[in-house]
């Protein structure tokens, strides 16, 4: 079982910075993609930023400028650099991350999420 643990969520002022972080641990051979989603109340759940193992990103229209997404694979770990916050980036923000585990002698693959961080952003 892979785990993910996300910090950092807060209440921070509009214009200001907040920092998220995400951990992985637990079973896992090789984490390749990791990335940070976010969902509001009567809304899909959508893609704010993702990383590639190779270390290519991407990120949604809507903060692309404002938010980096970063990685330092040594600690399994995915950071969401969030600057010039906005009321409209208010949400719960969950980590996800995909990679393979050794079960016996079999490599599968996993996906899982975070239990997400609450991020508010008042005006």
């Known amino acids: 079982q892979v785990q993910l643990v996300e910090s950092g969520g807060g209440l921070v002022q509009a214009g200001g910075s907040l920092r998220l972080s995400c951990a992985a641990s637990?079973?896992?051979?090789?984490?390749?993609?990791m990335g940070w989603y976010r969902q509001t109340p009567g809304k899909q759940r959508e893609l704010v930023a993702g990383?590639?193992?190779?270390?290519?990103?991407n990120y949604a229209d809507s903060v692309k400028g404002r938010f980096t997404i970063s990685r330092d694979n040594a600690k399994n770990t995915v950071y969401l650099q969030m600057n010039s916050v906005k009321p409209e980036d208010t949400a719960v923000y969950y980590c996800?991350?995909?990679?393979?585990?050794?079960?016996?002698?079999?490599?599968?693959?996993?996906?899982?999420w975070g239990l997400g961080t609450q991020v508010t952003v008042s005006s």
């Open positions: 996800n991350a995909g990679g393979k585990y050794l079960s016996g002698f079999t490599v599968r693959d996993f996906r899982s």
């Open positions: 637990g079973r896992f051979s090789s984490i390749n993609d």
């Open positions: 990383t590639s193992g190779g270390g290519s990103t």
